[in-house]
């Protein structure tokens, strides 16, 4: 008996392993970069990046370089990022043109009460969509989304109303007791990230004897640490630089806010007929820097919170 010799592979079955053969090294392998190419990119990104931050830059930079200018010298130049003749004593003379520390502290205890009440009523009613189910949920949800679409001024006067009935006109609760009612804006932003927590983590608290209320207390709020963030920080924005409202309701000047108070500068100044324009950009600036400190201080909350938002719908 003789032994057979090991014959090639023929037909079909040859050349399909020759294909997968070719197939997988052309899988495998990938296409070359140009170095030159990826660095031409890299550069005109870094330089369209730079030209957007200038164009978002300059009007704070205008700003704070026109508060430390003189009078007759404010709007002269707009475009000399450095004040000629230099007056940093334009802020000192801010504190002595108006009660700014006093603004300044009203402006805080609205600012902080009104993003505390909105950021934990949107997380309780949050939670509530986030972790029940019940027939109706997506209707409900959908009905709050909707109040979205209605403009601040068609239930300006209706509120007024109600507060006015309620004795509290003229005082600063109406700045910011609205909030205690929750925004429909932050409820989504804040069910979307709650959404993403793990179903089993709550089962598991739940099997361990936790109440909802601690599911909500214990597990929701710590995990929704940095949507809370973003919801407070943008509150604190909104109520810090509203207008409308302090107009609305404010009477007595000892309780106006930064931005009430300054409205309230530049009409003393038009009635007396010497706008101080460099007094009321100084105290701009006083207003803007807080607000600036803050989005610093969270702004790495921002991207961790927003990306996380998005994950579940």
């Avoid at 963030?229 to 409202?245: C, P, T």
Wanted: net charge positive; proline share 8%; glycine share 8%.
């Amino acid at each position: 008996m003789t032994a057979t010799e090991p014959t090639e592979p023929t037909g079909s079955a040859g050349a399909a392993g020759s294909t997968g053969v070719s197939g997988a090294a052309g899988r495998g392998a990938s296409l070359p970069v140009d170095p030159a190419a990826r660095g031409t990119r890299k550069v005109l990104f870094l330089t369209l990046l730079a030209a957007a931050s200038v164009i978002f830059l300059y009007p704070f930079v205008w700003l704070v370089t026109a508060s430390l200018k003189p009078r007759d010298r404010t709007f002269s130049d707009p475009f000399t990022p450095w004040p000629d003749p230099f007056r940093p004593e334009n802020y000192a003379a801010v504190w002595d043109a108006a009660p700014m520390l006093a603004w300044l502290v009203n402006t805080v205890v609205v600012g902080v009460a009104a993003a505390l009440a909105v950021t934990l009523s949107s997380a309780f009613v949050a939670f509530g969509f986030a972790y029940f189910r019940f027939p109706g949920r997506n209707l409900l949800f959908g009905s709050v989304l909707a109040t979205m679409m209605l403009p601040g001024v068609v239930t300006l006067v209706p509120t007024y109303l109600i507060w006015n009935a309620a004795g509290l006109t003229g005082t600063q609760v109406p700045l910011w007791a609205g909030n205690l009612f929750g925004s429909a804006f932050y409820i989504f932003l804040l069910r979307q990230f709650l959404l993403g927590v793990p179903r089993y983590v709550f089962e598991a608290a739940r099997v361990d004897g936790a109440s909802y209320l601690d599911l909500f207390r214990r597990i929701a709020l710590p995990l929704a640490r940095p949507a809370l963030i973003i919801a407070f920080v943008f509150e604190l924005k909104a109520s810090w630089f509203d207008l409308m409202k302090p107009l609305i309701y404010l009477q007595d000047p000892a309780l106006y806010t930064l931005p009430r108070g300054l409205k309230a500068v530049v009409d003393q100044f038009y009635q007396g007929g010497d706008p101080k324009w460099e007094i009321v950009l100084a105290a701009s600036v006083v207003t803007t820097l807080p607000l600036i400190v803050v989005f610093f201080l969270g702004q790495r909350y921002f991207v961790q919170g927003i990306a996380t938002t998005g994950r579940r719908g």
